[in-house]
Every structure is written in structure tokens, then in C-alpha cells.
């Protein structure tokens, strides 16, 4: 299978991250660069995504995701 490379401009653009955990933080990690606004929808977070958080960095909605969270 052949691959097509995709490059965004993701400045200021919303970016959610479902899920909580370590792979949720490289999720993240690789994103910020960019300069979007990250969202992560989670009960729970790993200390990594904590941090962040109370950076404020990445805003935190602490529930499980729900369908209609993409919309918009």
C-alpha cells in the first residue's frame, strides 16, 4: 500500500485526544508544536497529560467520550 503525505497548518485549529493514558501523551507531545488548541477527553490521566494540563497547555474534559464529540 502506497502512502500520500498530509501536511496541516493546525495553528489554533481544536485537536481532541481521546483517552488518557501514555499514548494519549505522545498524541499530545506531537501535536504541540503545531500550536493547536488540544482538547483531551478522559476520566483519567496519566502524569504526563496532568502537567500539561495545569500548564495549561490542553484543556481537560474528565468524562468518557461520547458520541457527537467530533461535531463541529
Do not use: H
Not at 507531545?29 to 476520566?43: N, T
Amino acid at each position: 500500500m502506497a502512502l500520500y503525505p498530509v501536511n496541516l497548518d493546525i495553528r489554533n485549529q481544536l485537536c481532541l485526544v481521546v483517552g488518557g493514558g501514555v499514548v494519549a501523551k505522545r498524541k499530545v507531545e506531537a501535536l504541540m508544536p503545531c500550536k493547536p488548541q488540544i482538547v483531551v477527553i478522559s476520566p483519567e490521566l496519566c502524569s504526563g497529560l496532568a502537567e500539561c494540563v495545569e500548564r495549561e497547555q490542553v484543556k481537560w474534559k474528565q468524562r468518557k467520550y461520547r458520541v457527537g464529540d467530533l461535531a463541529g
